[in-house]
């Protein structure tokens, strides 16, 4: 069983920035690829990053490009996102999420067996 918990969500004003961290634990970390989903209230969940295994690839969604990074330490079972220059339309929960099958790190929901349970962002205008 793996067990994946998110941290660092809150409350920051558009602009700013915050990092949340998803601690797993359960089986080798380093064996799958990491992934960040959101959901914003009434819509569906989506892709917003992920990292392949050993951290050399990763993928963002347009809307986040250029604004947040994902990094992964495999010594520590940690993978942090960080999110900077934030609006008020990245408010969501966010979700981090492991995948055994796409090793080199998945946009599709679909692939990822594990999931933590969320942590809410919300940036005020």
């Known amino acids: 069983q793996v067990f994946m918990v998110e941290s660092g969500g809150g409350l920051v004003q558009a602009g700013g920035s915050l990092r949340l961290s998803c601690a797993a634990s359960g089986r080798t970390f380093s064996s799958y690829a990491m992934g960040w989903f959101r959901q914003a209230p009434g819509k569906e969940r989506e892709f917003v990053a992920t990292v392949s295994w050993n951290g050399s690839r990763t993928l963002y969604a347009d809307s986040v490009k250029g604004r947040f990074t994902l990094s992964r330490d495999n010594a520590k079972n940690t993978v942090n996102l960080q999110m900077n220059s934030l609006k008020p339309e990245d408010t969501a929960v966010y979700y981090c999420?492991?995948?055994?099958?796409?090793?080199?790190?998945?946009?599709?929901?679909?692939?990822?067996?594990?999931w933590g349970q969320g942590t809410q962002v919300t940036v005020s205008s």
């Open positions: 999420a492991g995948s055994i099958r796409r090793t080199s790190g998945s946009y599709s929901q679909g692939d990822y067996d594990y």
